[in-house]
């Protein structure tokens, strides 16, 4: 290993990846597998018709614990943290005074604390965040001692039914503490890649064992890094730092779903979250541009970071994520343009490598989200 590479943290599955032939890479200050033997395209393949198995343990798993918790993590998040049932889940982002993402996060009412998973890269920010903010008021604590895994795709609710009866009463944003295959974990059921799938918090100690019990399963396989990325860009999703980031609020970016009907300016606690004058007056007034997907045409993609030109041959937007899509079968993208570009079927070109490539505006997601809702 070079110097760089020897800083790297390891997940508790360090060794069960190079045993499975994982290519290692440096990812959020990890040393993670962005793919095993078979490639990107035949595990992206696999986790849409069967079931993937992800080692996510990079990503931070936060606590919160005491009787003002919910409220005082709604002062830092536009959803409804108060009226977040037990064991039911929710989509978040923490955002900065002019309306910016600092980060996505999911949050989970545990029932006698929440919990909070975080990106990975931004985990030590996010932290010290919640700590500034909710010392004193409630118990805020970084896991050190979890793996976090996920298994993803249409075959995975038979795989859990198997290794964890109670999991086949679970629908989507639901969790639990539960046992699989005796260990007990706490499992959602969720995930990033628009399939049905679960995510197992483990304590580290038992990971690798409770990896390889899935893998033995034959609908399972090992899937990387980089079919993480080309699942979640055709379900839609946002990668942090690319399609979303601290100058970027959640209405250029599409998100306004994720903004709880109790935060807005009619709800029950409307606004109390940092940025809330700038956000819930870009819902009352609209925004300058928007996050939209785009189809290039032909078969190369177009690559993030890509400007977007009009017929006039003006900018109107960037591209923010881009790759070839296995399911979709061709290039899928996403990016941001003027609000008045970003209807569907607005034909505008990307500048790649100087040379103009024609492409769609197109509505998200570029294949069916397939949750589970029972």
């Known amino acids: 290993m070079t110097g760089e590479d020897a800083e790297l943290q390891q997940t508790p599955l360090h ?8 290519k290692m890479v440096a990812f959020a200050g990890y040393a993670m597998p962005v793919s095993y033997r078979d490639g990107i395209i035949k595990e992206h393949q696999h986790t849409r018709a069967r079931a993937g198995l992800f080692d996510v343990s990079h990503m931070g798993q936060v606590c919160l614990m005491g009787e003002g918790a919910a409220e005082a993590l709604e002062e830092l998040v536009p959803i409804d943290v108060v009226g977040l049932a037990e064991n039911h889940q929710r989509y978040a982002l923490f955002t900065n005074d002019r309306g910016g993402i600092l980060d996505d996060l999911m949050v989970t009412n545990a029932g006698d604390h929440f919990f909070v998973v975080v990106n990975g890269a931004c985990r030590d920010q996010d932290f010290a965040h ?12 970084l896991f050190h001692d979890r793996a976090l895994l996920a298994l993803q795709g249409p075959e995975a609710g038979a795989v859990m039914g198997r290794l964890a009866p109670a999991t086949r009463d679970m629908v989507f944003m639901t969790a639990g503490e539960i046992a699989v295959d005796g260990i007990t974990c706490f499992v959602t059921r969720s995930g990033y890649t628009g399939e049905d799938g679960f995510e197992i918090s483990v304590p ?6 409770l990896a390889r019990r899935l893998l033995e399963q034959d609908e399972v396989a090992p899937i990387g890094l980089g079919a993480r990325d080309t699942l979640r860009l055709e379900a839609g999703l946002c990668l942090y730092g690319n399609d979303i980031d601290a ?14 009907k109790a935060r807005r300016a009619d709800g029950a606690r409307p606004g109390g979250f940092p940025g809330d004058g700038v956000i ?4 009352a007034e609209g925004v300058a541009r928007r996050r939209v997907g785009l189809r290039p045409e032909g078969r190369a993609p177009v690559r993030e970071g890509a400007e977007l030109i009009d017929e006039a041959e003006r900018v109107v937007g960037k591209v923010t994520s881009g790759l070839f899509g296995p399911t979709v079968g061709g290039p899928v993208a996403m ?12 034909a505008l070109r990307a500048l790649v490598r100087g040379r103009p490539q024609p492409l769609e505006v197109v509505r998200l997601p570029f294949v069916q989200q397939r949750y589970y809702r029972g």
């Open 15 to 22: 060794d069960l990846h190079v045993a499975l032939g994982g």
């Open 130 to 141: 919640l700590r500034s903010h909710l010392e004193g008021r409630c118990t805020v604590a």
């Open 204 to 209: 580290a100690s038992r990971a690798e064992a």
């Open 247 to 260: 100058g970027t609020t959640p209405v250029e970016a599409s998100l306004v779903w994720a903004l709880s």
């Open 280 to 283: 819930l007056r870009q819902l």
């Open 335 to 346: 990016g941001y343009v003027e609000t008045a570009h970003a209807k569907p079927g607005t």
